[in-house]
């Protein structure tokens, strides 16, 4: 359990940082912020007098407005003569320096988001099956509360009819407070519901548990934990806006025109929401955070945690056979069939296809869901490789599973499908039955199945689009070696790129950079290296014996090779013996050489520490016995 809520937090932090949330932070600014903010007292703006009746104190300021200032009202509204110029000095200064207490706001907007989140993520899908309703109308409801509270900043006595039900939770910790933290919790509810993170595996797993009713402790943890890491990068925008707020004169002197403005932002991202112009707004943003969610991603931790990968069957064993993103196509058995599908968009009359009818064509099934950005950028990929291949005997099968309970409307789907250009056979897999027939565990995923029916390749995640664009070709060939085909699409690759090379693993069912003339797959072999090794790739040479674990040298002339870009590498090993680590330059002039002698459990050891980034290559002369499990940079 403990593992599980650890990486439920480490899923949410690295969403909550990512352009996925840049859609909320108006909202919160204003909404969580600076609605929050604690205001100076002031004569003529606030009582003066923290306990007394915000009504009744309203009533008087009206009423003595125009008063000469040797004028004073007390708090049962008697009027008496000022007092000295000495008292009211005192007077005065002590008024500037009272301020209304700090309020809850910002924290109770985001335990509103949370609650909403985890409970409509977890539940939410089943509950509108079991009543019969739509499954987006969460999401309409959530657009439609997020437009009423907007207005409700607006007109405040329309607030004050919204939050009534919530009225004794927006009040806590601001009993005192002239002004309650109207709505706050209401907002948060509302904003957990539109909440759509980027798509990751602890995600997917919440999500698959979710839609298939598989929901008991574990997962309750898993969401609330991603939930609440999520939620944390909001929390300090809120809490930053609300000191902004506080320190800045112009919020305090214009309360009224802030709110206003607080209220329109809302409105507008409603109507947003409603177009889906945030989506396109992702689309466009560079994903900063890929590196961090592609490490949590491919953590042998993560992974047994979740327990990813669905159930293995006979229809899908040898899926294992294949590496995503592998330079070389594989033999990983006989492609499972397309099974639960609801509905089918873009076929003749919603005809179901049956891969066994499409024997002879190249197929690429591609996993996806309209909302995911991930899926987004993936996406004017696959749409080119079908428009340049199809006549030349391609078939792509876009299987939708969906992230959250709107994306099982199929008229989401048809819109989403028509937003993003895609014209090829959409498959509803609302149950998430082929998704698990294929074991998949990610939004978008490529596996491309040949002329005879046999999964080839396989592609976890964005990138490595001329890897699979090169497969394809090459299946075409195989398939029709009298084949014409156009020449290659060129169209961009958006996935981001990390500065340094990329976490590289060894794990037959993690690594996604190797690049050599043999085979990597499960077993004892002799590997050959490349004469040129590219950038950010590895390759063995000699014999090996490759697992799920790493690669286990075989014999004594068994090498590494690397090429690398970064300050620093490290490598992890086990076993015993000495290993002989050299640097290499462009040229293949030796930069560096030093030995590492590896005994016990298997850990981090420094390969190259340098005063500055480096290109070149790291070669491994590895004796038997000793396995290397991944290299990282720094």
Known sequence: METLVLVGLLGGLVTGISPCILPMLPVIFFAGGVEGARTRAATGDAPANLGEDPARARVDQALFAGAPTAIRVDRVGRVSSGPSRGDRDGTEARHRRRRTPRSWRPYLVIAGLVVSFSLFTLLGSLLLTALGLPQDLLRWLGIALLAAIGAGMIVPRFEEVLERPFRRIAALGSRRSPRP?????????????????CAGPVLAAITVAGATGDVGPGTVALTVSF??????????????????????????RHQRGIRTAGGLVMIALAG??????????????????????????????????????GIVTDANRELSNCTSGDAELAECGTAPPLTGITTWL?????????????????????????????????????????????????????????????????????????????????????????????????????????????????????????????????????????????????????TPQADTTPETYLALNKVFNYAGPTDYGSGERR?????????????????????????TAVSDDAILRLAYRSTDVYSVLGGEGTVTARVLADDGTLRAEREIDVAGNPTLYDVLRGDGATEGTVELEVPAGVTVYTFTFG
């Not at 707004?281 to 961090?292: E, F, H, I, N, S």
């Not at 664009?469 to 195989?478: A, F, K, S, T």
Request: glycine share 10%; net charge negative; hydrophobic share 40%.
């Open 181 to 197: 933290d109207r709505g706050a919790f209401l907002l948060g509810l509302g904003l957990g519901v539109l909440y759509v993170p």
């Open 227 to 252: 939930a609440v890491g999520a939620a944390v990068p909001l929390l300090v925008f809120a809490l930053a806006g609300r000191r902004v707020a506080e320190r800045v004169r112009g919020f305090q």
């Open 272 to 309: 947003a929401l409603a177009l889906n112009l945030p989506a396109q707004l992702q689309r466009a943003l560079p994903d900063y955070t890929g590196t961090l969610q592609q490490q949590l991603d491919s953590s042998e931790t993560v992974q047994d945690a979740l327990e990813l990968g």
């Open 346 to 494: 873009n076929t003749p009359g919603g005809a179901p296809v049956e891969l066994a009818d499409l024997r002879g064509q190249v197929v690429l099934v591609d996993f996806w869901t309209y909302s995911c950005i991930n899926c987004q950028r993936a996406l004017p990929h696959v749409n080119a490789w079908y428009d340049a291949y199809r006549d030349a005997g391609l078939e792509v099968i876009g299987v939708h599973t969906p992230e959250f309970a709107f994306e099982r409307e199929t008229r989401n789907v048809v819109a989403g499908a028509e937003d993003l250009g895609v014209d090829h056979p959409i498959a509803q897999d609302n149950a998430y039955s082929t998704w698990t027939g294929y074991r998949n565990r990610y939004w978008p995923a490529e596996y491309l199945i040949d002329a005879d029916g046999t999964v080839r390749y396989l592609k976890f995640g964005e990138g490595d689009y001329a890897t699979t664009e090169q497969h394809i070709r090459d299946l075409l060939r195989e398939a029709d070696p009298g084949v014409t085909l156009p020449a290659p699409t060129d169209t961009e690759d958006t």
């Open 527 to 551: 590997f050959t290296a490349p004469t040129e090794q590219p950038e950010d790739t590895f390759s063995l040479d000699g014999r090996w014996d490759v697992d799920f674990q790493g690669a």
